[in-house]
DNA sequence: CGTATATTTGATATCCTTCAAGGACGGTGG
DNA sequence: CCACCGTCCTTGAAGGATATCAAATATACG
């Protein structure tokens, strides 16, 4: 499935560059202004919460390195996250539109993040179009997850939901390079789980022990894999399009022609 | 709030373009772009499923008249909605992106759409950098409401969330002109707004008694009303923010820059 | 009018939450 | 090296929220 020998792409890129490297064929001076772009890092430790819900946001984040979570907290004290940050992914791309934010988020685990100006936002939409495409094939991409949670929060059981979940996070950290065929290192408690899904941890243990015993998922160490996947797949409902990476249309005029082929 | 005086908006235009003007403001040539982009119209009668999960998307859709949903079905049976959609709001706008639909479409009352060719959108973002933001805008609101349903699901009672999403449907209408400070016309039924909200007929039917029993709100011959606004907003947890339609950032530059101002 | 569709109500079952407490595990300091 | 402590995982028991099944009533529509 993979195709990157075509682009300029080097070994050392950051996971947005091997992500959007993946989607769009990328020129060195598309590589380059993404690079540039993530100059200005910061490093946030385990914990902490550096955007707030109501809070202007001065910036678009980029994460490089770690776990992040998006989330809210209802009146009645219960949390809801609302997605995961992984590397490669943009926090607050419609820094250009909200100006306030309608979350907080908070680092998982130790992380590193690029600090993006929102005249950078705007600058790739006027200057390179096939980057701006890549961005919005991003933000799509977001919207599909959200709904597949919203069709597991609505409408499965809750062990179809954590592991619905869990088969996400696998392909999508495999997509930028943090997972193998063998797993991932789950960087969420079982508290955390339940915060994404809407369902309490004792809940979540006792679903999740049940999927282990059924052999969908493996949990050891920290790290989760699926000895049986298509067992998982099919019993978690999981199709895995709403997280696929690239358009095989060859209808695309315009913006999109430099799409990679199959 | 409304401040429409500024641009050229006649007093026939479609949704999108009241939708977009309450946005940004638009100069007559991207009001005739808009226009004319919708030519090509189809009528589709109430309950006609129109695009189905998994089959090619041709077109992107625009809802000019009538309430349209998208929605997937669970190998369960289950249905769930993923999100209505009211005239002025885009459906596939992602066309170039994924070539297959993630969902089915329906019409739940008799409609009227106009169908675009993916070669116009991407000719927006080529040709009109003031409406691509447009666009851009209202995918983020789209993922907005995602959020918020997934919250809403995830963190709030059955109550609440139908609450919650009675006065998102209220504040969206009335975003394009098709409800009043009195109320609007609720062209779902019981079981739909179950699947909405992923609740059961019964269930739905119970919590709706006991939220007009407690005035929060009031149905009258299909006519949706709050009696106490704030004490139904308060009720339901309910922010705003997630529906604005526009920014108040002074700090826009480029393509955003002219952004209307309150 | 009559039939289909939508709403309402009752009774029961299930899923999930809450509360409570015990156990495992890793890190830290003595 | 071990005792201590915090965090996470695990398990039990009970209660609450929501689903399901079934049937009666109301409403819309041809």
Redesign the interface.
């Given at each position: 499935m993979k195709s990157e020998s075509q682009s300029a792409i080097p070994e050392n890129a950051s996971p947005l560059v091997r992500r959007l490297g993946r989607t769009v064929l990328l020129t060195s001076e598309e590589v380059d202004y993404l690079e540039t772009m993530q100059v200005n890092q910061a490093a946030i430790s385990k914990g902490d919460e550096f955007i707030r819900d109501g809070e202007p946001l001065r910036a678009t984040f980029l994460v490089r390195r770690g776990w992040v979570i998006r989330y809210?907290i209802?009146?009645?004290g219960?949390?809801?996250i609302?997605?995961v940050s992984l590397p490669g992914d943009f926090i607050g791309l419609?820094v250009?539109?909200?100006?306030?934010s309608?979350?907080s988020v908070a680092a998982l685990t130790n992380a590193s993040l690029a600090l993006i100006e929102?005249?950078r936002v705007?600058?790739i939409?006027?200057r390179f179009?096939v980057l701006?495409?890549g961005l919005?094939?991003m933000?799509?991409r977001?919207?599909?997850i959200?709904?597949e949670?919203?069709?597991s929060?609505?409408?499965?059981t809750a062990a179809q939901r954590i592991l619905h979940f869990l088969l996400e996070l696998w392909i999508r950290l495999e997509q930028v390079g943090l997972a193998t065929a063998k797993g991932f290192e789950l960087e969420l408690t079982q508290e955390q789980i339940g915060d994404c899904?809407?369902l309490s941890t004792v809940h979540v243990n006792r679903s999740l022990s049940r999927l282990t015993k059924e052999k969908l998922v493996h949990i050891g160490k920290g790290m989760v894999s699926f000895p049986e996947t298509s067992r998982a797949i099919s019993f978690a409902?999981f199709d895995e399009?709403?997280l696929?990476e690239f358009?095989?249309?060859s209808?695309?005029?315009?913006?999109?022609q430099r799409f990679t082929k199959t």
């Open positions: 809210k209802t009146p009645a219960r949390r809801l609302i997605g419609h250009n539109f909200n100006h306030t309608l979350y929102p005249v705007l600058e939409h006027r179009p701006a495409s919005d094939w933000t799509v977001h919207s599909n959200l709904s949670h919203k069709v929060l609505g409408a499965r899904m809407g409902d399009r709403f696929v358009s095989t249309d209808n695309n005029g315009g913006i999109n």
